[in-house]
């Protein structure tokens, strides 16, 4: 394994997803919501630049290629994990993200059994879209729960009541991630769908 560039950003990213969860331990609210925000979306970019730069230099790497999608994983997991707890656990939000984790599982289990086959179950262009809405989602739902602790001192709870008349930045950021996190569900439950259809074939037993 070599330390490249492309390497090196996506291992710091795989570090930056515990402490997402990390920075509600030793930081007050809403220092917390901002600094967890301001480390998901750096980490996010990498999941760009370290793609880019590895084939921009030719530096893609079997250990690139292993480690970069447990990396997302990682990010995705934990930040959802601290968005259900930090909003009350929600069901806005718990349905979604059990759709994500659950996705996220059943795939991971079943590159695993296929083994050496489970090349077949490459990334597709979907899957991307895919990561990069969860991103995108998680990253606006922290905003919201930032922006709701300093006007409310409590994280948003969207669908309680009404909405108001004068609605707030943080309602609005926490609905706006509501939508794009049920998105990025839809996403996450057809390419799991995807995967498991071209899998079927390998999981069908040898007729005797």
Same mark, same amino acid.
């Given at each position: 394994?070599? *330390?490249?560039?492309?390497?090196?950003?996506?291992?710091?990213?795989?570090?930056? +997803?515990?402490?997402? %969860?990390?920075?509600? $331990?030793?930081?007050?609210?809403?220092?917390?919501?901002? $600094?967890?925000?301001?480390?998901?979306?750096? +980490?996010?970019?990498?999941? *760009?630049?370290?793609?880019?730069?590895?084939? $921009? *230099?030719?530096?893609?790497?079997?250990?690139? +290629?292993? /480690?970069?999608?447990?990396?997302?994983?990682?990010?995705?997991?934990?930040?959802?994990?601290?968005?259900?707890?930090?909003?009350?656990?929600?069901?806005?939000?718990?349905?979604?993200?059990?759709?994500?984790? &659950?996705?996220?599982? &059943?795939?991971?289990? !079943?590159?695993? &059994? !296929?083994?050496?086959?489970?090349?077949?179950? =490459?990334?597709?262009?979907? #899957? =991307?879209?895919?990561?990069?809405?969860?991103?995108?989602?998680?990253?606006?739902?922290?905003?919201?729960?930032?922006?709701?602790?300093?006007?409310?001192?409590?994280?948003?709870?969207?669908?309680?009541?009404?909405?108001?008349?004068?609605?707030?930045?943080?309602?609005?950021?926490? *609905?706006?991630?509501? #939508? $794009?996190?049920? /998105?990025? %569900?839809?996403?996450? #439950?057809?390419?799991?769908?995807?995967?498991?259809?071209?899998?079927?074939?390998?999981? =069908?037993?040898?007729?005797?």
């Amino acid at each position: 394994m070599r *330390w490249t560039i492309p390497n090196i950003l996506t291992t710091l990213r795989l570090l930056a +997803a515990p402490g997402v %969860a990390v920075m509600f $331990l030793y930081f007050n609210r809403p220092w917390a919501d901002w $600094l967890a925000l301001a480390l998901f979306v750096g +980490a996010a970019i990498t999941d *760009w630049f370290d793609g880019y730069l590895a084939r $921009l *230099w030719k530096q893609e790497s079997r250990f690139g +290629a292993m /480690l970069d999608p447990i990396a997302d994983k990682a990010m995705v997991v934990i930040a959802i994990m601290v968005l259900t707890g930090y909003s009350g656990m929600n069901p806005w939000l718990i349905l979604p993200a059990t759709i994500i984790l &659950f996705r996220e599982v &059943f795939v991971s289990g !079943l590159r695993e &059994f !296929l083994g050496d086959r489970s090349a077949l179950l =490459k990334v597709t262009k979907l #899957a =991307k879209w895919k990561t990069t809405a969860q991103m995108i989602a998680i990253a606006v739902l922290f905003l919201g729960t930032g922006l709701a602790y300093l006007e409310a001192g409590r994280p948003p709870r969207a669908g309680e009541g009404d909405v108001p008349v004068n609605v707030s930045h943080a309602a609005v950021a926490t *609905w706006i991630g509501l #939508a $794009l996190i049920w /998105l990025a %569900a839809a996403l996450t #439950a057809i390419t799991g769908w995807e995967y498991f259809r071209k899998s079927l074939p390998l999981l =069908k037993d040898t007729q005797q």
